[in-house]
Nanobody, 115 residues
């Protein structure tokens, strides 16, 4: 069983920064690609970042250059550094991974960006 617990969300003004954390329990972390998704009210959940076991990262154009994903395998934690935040970044942010055909989600952390 894998549990993902996000933290670090909050209220920030446009142009500000936040760093989200996702702590993972279980033994799969170091062998799993980790992802962040977000879901804004009334919208579908969308992918915002991924990091492979080897440290390769990828982002959609909407956050590229502003968001940075990183991981600390010793702490079983993945991070999402979000800079130059915009009101449209307001959403619940979720941590995600999959292993052995199973998909795991955290409970989410709210990020609100005021204009």
């Amino acid at each position: 069983q894998v549990h993902l617990v996000e933290s670090g969300g909050g209220l920030v003004q446009a142009g500000g920064s936040l760093r989200l954390s996702c702590a993972a329990s279980g033994s799969i972390f170091s062998s799993s690609t980790m992802r962040w998704y977000r879901q804004a009210p009334g919208k579908q959940r969308e992918w915002v970042a991924l990091i492979t076991t080897g440290g390769t990262t990828n982002y959609p154009d909407s956050v590229k250059g502003r968001f940075t994903i990183s991981r600390d395998n010793a702490k079983n934690t993945v991070y999402l550094q979000m800079n130059s935040l915009k009101p449209e970044d307001t959403a619940i942010y979720y941590c995600h991974t999959n292993s052995g055909g199973l998909v795991y989600w955290g409970q989410g952390t709210q990020v609100t960006v005021s204009s």
